[in-house]
């Protein structure tokens, strides 16, 4: 059986829409354990000041301070992080 030109898009929809979804969950997964490390650290930063979160790796607690303080990853790549 040949597959028209409207039933292909319609199975790339559906692998669009499954793949969105487990990135989705992913993302959800990784940002739960990030925020659930028991270890805190200082995020410092001009833009940001001074934050305390937590910090299985110094990209983890970037990430998290990115959160916390409703700025883009890029912009505070390079903030000094240290251990409570």
């Known amino acids: 059986?040949?597959?028209?030109?409207?039933?292909?898009?319609?199975?790339?929809?559906?692998?669009?829409q499954e793949n969105l979804k487990q990135s989705q969950e992913g993302y959800r997964r990784t940002r739960k354990e990030r925020w659930s490390f028991p270890i805190e650290v200082r995020v410092r930063h001009p833009l940001i000041g001074e934050v305390i979160v937590p910090g299985a790796s110094r990209y983890a607690a970037i990430l998290c301070a990115c959160e916390r303080c409703h700025r883009k990853y890029t912009e505070l790549h390079g903030a000094e992080v240290e251990a409570l």
């Open 1 to 16: 059986m040949k597959l028209t030109e409207r039933d292909l898009e319609v199975q790339a929809a559906i692998r669009y």
